[in-house]
C-alpha cells in the first residue's frame, strides 16, 4: 500500500528499511517520506514502529543466520488509518 503519496513510498519500502535497523528520521531521509504535505507521517512512524516492536529479523553481519521479511500484520490496525471508506465498512 502506498503511505507517503507525494513521493510514492509503500509500507514494504518503509518496513524494509525499518527491519534494516534504521530509524524514522533516517527512512524519512533516505525516501522523502513525510517531507512534503506530512499527512503521511503518522502512518509511516506506525509502519517503523510495527517493525521495531517485531524485532530484528535478519542478522545482517552473520550470513548463515536465515533471512526473513516480515511486514506489519495489518496496516488498517493502526491508529493513522482514518479513511472514511474504513469507517462505513466497519
Known amino acids: 500500500m502506498i503511505v507517503c503519496v ?4 509503500s509500507d514494504r519500502e518503509i518496513a524494509r528499511h525499518a ?4 530509524s524514522f528520521d533516517e527512512i524519512q531521509f533516505e525516501l522523502g517520506v513525510a517531507t512534503q504535505c506530512g499527512r503521511c ?16 529479523v535478519a542478522a545482517l553481519h552473520n550470513e548463515s543466520a536465515p533471512k526473513t ?20 465498512a466497519a
Open 69 to 88: 521479511i516480515q511486514l506489519a500484520n495489518s496496516i488498517t490496525e493502526s491508529k493513522a488509518w482514518n479513511s472514511s471508506l474504513h469507517s462505513q
Open 19 to 22: 527491519h534494516a535497523g534504521m
Open 41 to 56: 507521517e503518522q502512518c509511516a512512524r506506525d509502519v517503523v514502529s510495527q517493525c521495531c516492536a517485531s524485532g530484528p
Open 6 to 9: 507525494c513521493r510514492r513510498v
